[in-house]
């Protein structure tokens, strides 16, 4: 069956360190993106990608990097210059950035 | 400033009864509304998408409103069940398909 798989579901960080949330699709999707979303609010576009090897800032890059060497694969870094990283993070991927989005599960992210 | 605006913020009602949730948006040039499902702790599920020309799109039980005169929407649900305990989240796309996520309307149903 095709989808979308974030991993872990469930990740710890320490202060001062840097965690890498995995997303990987098998829809043979082109756009993948990375959303943050806190209580009470909207989701907030993190990075995206259009193409395999090309991605753009969002609202909210500062503290995160990315990287799109597969197609089927977008990984996030979340870094120790992200100052309050505590959230659910959502991947997700679309043919192109005018059809629907299929979402992962999501990872939630706790510092410790 | 281009904002999507829910109400309620939440929702309870009995299992079996119809419910409306409202979506007031300024974004403008306007594409297309989206209305997504979100059971708590996963990723959230397509209900509807809407273009500027469709007044009323079903999907089951939902179906989603649009006036894009007064840049409202609204989804209703019938015959609500236990599994339909979500959060209904409303998303504006412009004409450079940037999106803006409302903040959603967490429905709870009870038996």
């Known amino acids: 069956d095709g989808g979308i798989t974030q991993s872990p579901k469930y990740l710890f960080r320490k202060e001062g360190q840097n965690v890498t949330l995995s997303c990987e699709q098998n829809l043979n999707h082109d756009a993948m993106y990375w959303y943050r979303q806190d209580p009470g609010q909207g989701l907030r576009l993190i990075y995206y990608s259009q193409i395999v090897n090309d991605f753009q800032k969002g609202d909210i890059a500062e503290g995160y990097s990315v990287s799109r060497e597969k197609k089927e694969s977008f990984p996030l870094t979340v870094t120790s210059a992200q100052k309050n990283p505590t959230a659910f993070y959502l991947c997700?991927?679309?043919?192109?950035?005018?059809?629907?989005?299929?979402f992962g599960s999501g990872t939630r992210l706790t510092v410790v | 400033k281009n904002q999507v605006e829910q109400s309620p913020q939440s929702l309870i009602i009995l299992e079996g009864k119809n419910c409306t949730l409202q979506c007031n948006y300024t974004v403008s040039p306007f594409s297309n509304l989206r209305w997504y499902k979100q059971d708590t702790g996963r990723g959230p599920v397509s209900l509807t998408i809407?273009?500027?020309s469709e007044n009323t799109k079903s999907n089951g039980r939902y179906t989603a409103t649009l006036d894009a005169d007064t840049k409202q929407s609204s989804l209703h649900i019938t015959a609500s069940q236990l599994s339909d305990s979500a959060s209904y989240i409303c998303v504006v796309s412009d004409s450079n398909y940037q999106l803006i996520w409302g903040a959603g309307t967490k429905l709870i149903i009870k038996p």
């Open positions: 809407m273009t500027f």
């Open positions: 997700a991927s679309s043919r192109a950035k005018n059809y629907g989005y299929t």
